[in-house]
């Protein structure tokens, strides 16, 4: 599948495992609600527990949120693109869901090849979830990411075995 055909399965509604800098995540469009609530329950994620998502570029961090403070912009010249998660205030252009009506969720950008180029042609922000079940170990490798989800993940882009990490 290519990787406009995996932007088209996201903007239907679908979830992609795809790898970033840390590990694999799993991927949706969010501003699609649909999508978010069947992320949760792939994970089997406490609703109560946000998920993070990944931009492209400072511009759609903006677009997103109430407020970049400084502080936020000092880590952000130092640590993105990378497995820096950095905790904002939204605006109302993301969902509730994924805030878990907290107002706040965490972001960053990428600085793996893939996971860039994904939310560069999505256009928007992608769910960042780590690919795995709600409390067992995230995935370093697709056949990782096959075993906690078999074919209820519609499309899986391979990036080969991730080096160990700590996560963002």
């Not at 990944?54 to 640590?79: G, H, T, Y």
């Not at 693109?81 to 950008?109: A, E, Y």
């Not at 995935?139 to 899986?156: H, N």
Request: proline residues 7%.
């Amino acid at each position: 599948m290519t990787l406009g055909e995996v932007v088209a399965l996201l903007r239907g509604g679908g979830i992609c495992a795809y790898p970033t800098e840390t590990f694999y995540g799993l991927g949706v469009d969010v501003t699609n609600e649909a999508a978010i609530k069947r992320l949760f329950d792939l994970k089997r994620r406490d609703y109560g527990n946000p998920i993070a998502v990944i931009v492209a570029d400072r511009e759609m961090l903006s677009s997103i949120v109430q407020e970049v403070p400084e502080k936020a912009l000092l880590l952000m010249d130092l640590f993105w693109p990378g497995p820096l998660t950095i905790l904002f205030r939204t605006n109302k252009k993301i969902s509730r869901q994924l805030t878990t009506n907290t107002g706040k969720i965490g972001i960053r950008i990428s600085s793996h090849p893939v996971a860039m180029a994904l939310v560069q042609q999505l256009g928007r922000p992608l769910s960042t979830t780590s690919a795995n079940l709600a409390g067992f170990p995230p995935s370093s490798s697709l056949k990782e990411v096959r075993r906690y989800f078999g074919d209820r993940v519609d499309a899986v882009i391979d990036g080969g075995l991730l080096p160990p990490s700590r996560g963002s």
